[in-house]
């Protein structure tokens, strides 16, 4: 007979004599070492460090070996994946929602990317009157300078002349945000139109 057996069946026997003689809130300790060895106790054994099994007259319980630092990263890494799972998988329900919500039909779709589109055409339409007039003030102040091709440019001309390239320098920027913003805007009602094509013939995923 193994030592390993024998240790194991004086572990049983010790449980045997713990469950008819203990007091009811007593406990019995039993675990197996790195070498395979069986060790059991009212109190936790010191080779006890990593996983054991409590006894008692509730039944069994058995407590995991502490994590490594390794473990543990590994461990938090895993829930705060399945957490942001979680949370991406809320928001997509609350969207396709809102989605069924805002549009009875496709055509509605169409309707508010319409006027969507609209509204920020107007605006670029006074982006469009800044440039051009911008523009304008350019070509005057070139004019202007043009009389100063042969002596010393007065400082009031160089600063309106920088002050008019900022400007039609911001206008320019301003009028490729507001094409920019119409394309996005497109491409954001034709997302719309897929996924609530998608939520109502059951193609959609979740």
Do not use: H
């Amino acid at each position: 007979m193994s030592n390993e057996l024998i240790a194991w069946r004086r572990c049983a026997a010790l449980l045997a004599v713990a469950a008819f003689s203990l007091p009811a809130a007593a406990r019995t300790y039993c675990c197996t070492d790195k070498t395979g060895r069986k060790y059991c106790g009212d109190t936790l054994p010191e080779q006890c460090q990593g996983a054991y099994k409590e006894f008692s007259e509730k039944g069994v319980r058995s407590v995991e070996a502490p994590l490594t630092a390794e473990q543990k990263a590994q461990r938090e890494a895993a829930e705060a994946r399945k957490k942001e799972a979680e949370r991406l998988a809320n928001e997509q329900r609350r969207k396709d929602q809102a989605l069924l919500n805002t549009y009875g039909n496709e055509k509605d779709i169409d309707l508010l990317r319409d006027r969507a589109v609209a509204d920020i055409e107007v605006s670029a339409k006074q982006v469009q009157a800044k440039y051009d007039k911008a523009v304008k003030r350019k070509q005057q102040l070139e004019r202007e300078l043009e009389f100063y091709a042969k002596k010393p440019v007065p400082e009031s001309l160089k600063s309106q002349i920088k002050e008019n390239e900022i400007d039609i320098q911001a206008q320019t920027k301003a009028l490729d945000d507001k094409k920019a913003e119409i394309e996005a805007t497109r491409v954001r009602f034709e997302e719309d139109r897929k996924r609530y094509r998608a939520l109502m013939d059951g193609t959609a995923k979740r």
